[in-house]
């Protein structure tokens, strides 16, 4: 397993590091290299942010007719009664209801109260890799756990070292973790389950004593007369 994290640290170095001054890169390759085990809950200051093709319900108090039901866009954008066109995608919902607050005030409504639901989650996504039955990345619509991520690759392989998956996350201030998460404990109930982010790279690892022994079977088989 260390050696793994070695591996995909100098692959994130190599990725997040090139073209930057020297202290920089410093800086990137000791935030990379911050592992530890998987938080089984978001921290608070996390907060989803508006994304493409997300179905928002706009209510303005007290004014009815300019209500109404929106799909974000492929540039981040809505368009509202009176104010037309404006950009949400990339905000949080308080970011965006301040924005159309503002927008309002110009010459429309005194002091609206805008209040923003967001109805439908359609621009999340997890990346699942490594030793599962479907690797891929997975469109997903609001909370995800990790056993229900792995479930959407087909779960573990024969070969899946379980007992050391490796999530990959992004931090609210932009810094790369690494993160290190029991499967077997989560499966059999001994830890809770974990919520995974938007955009959450999960790695499950091969076992080397699995690959070496399935390795050893198959050449034994070879020598076995059909």
Do not use: D, F
């Given at each position: 397993l260390f050696r793994y994290l070695v591996f995909m640290g100098s692959i994130l170095i190599a990725c997040f590091g090139c073209n930057l001054p020297s202290t920089a890169t410093e800086n990137r390759d000791s935030e990379i290299n911050n592992i530890g085990p998987l938080p089984e809950s978001l921290p608070d200051s996390w907060e989803y942010r508006?994304?493409?093709n997300d179905l928002l319900k706009v209510s303005i108090f007290r004014v009815n007719e300019l209500s109404s039901r929106k799909?974000?866009?492929s540039q981040g954008m809505i368009t509202l009664p009176l104010i037309?066109?404006?950009?949400?995608?990339?905000?949080?919902?308080?970011?965006?209801?301040?924005?159309?607050?503002?927008?309002?005030?110009?010459?429309f409504l005194q002091e609206p109260q805008v209040n923003v639901y967001i109805e439908e989650q359609t621009s999340q996504r997890v990346t699942v890799s490594g030793a599962v039955t479907k690797p891929g990345v997975f469109p997903i619509a609001g909370a995800i756990t990790l056993l229900q991520a792995i479930a959407l690759a087909g779960g573990p392989t024969s070969l899946a070292s379980t007992n050391e998956v490796i999530v990959l996350r992004t931090d609210t201030e932009g810094r790369d973790r690494i993160y290190i998460a029991d499967f077997r404990e989560i499966e059999r109930g001994d830890r809770a389950d974990p919520l995974l982010s938007r955009d959450d790279r999960i790695i499950v690892p091969e076992s080397d004593s699995r690959i070496f022994i399935k390795g050893l079977t198959d050449t034994l088989r070879g020598f076995v007369p059909s």
């Open positions: 508006i994304g493409t799909r974000v866009n037309g066109q404006i950009r949400v995608g990339g905000l949080t919902v308080g970011e965006a209801q301040n924005l159309i607050s503002e927008r309002l005030k110009q010459g």
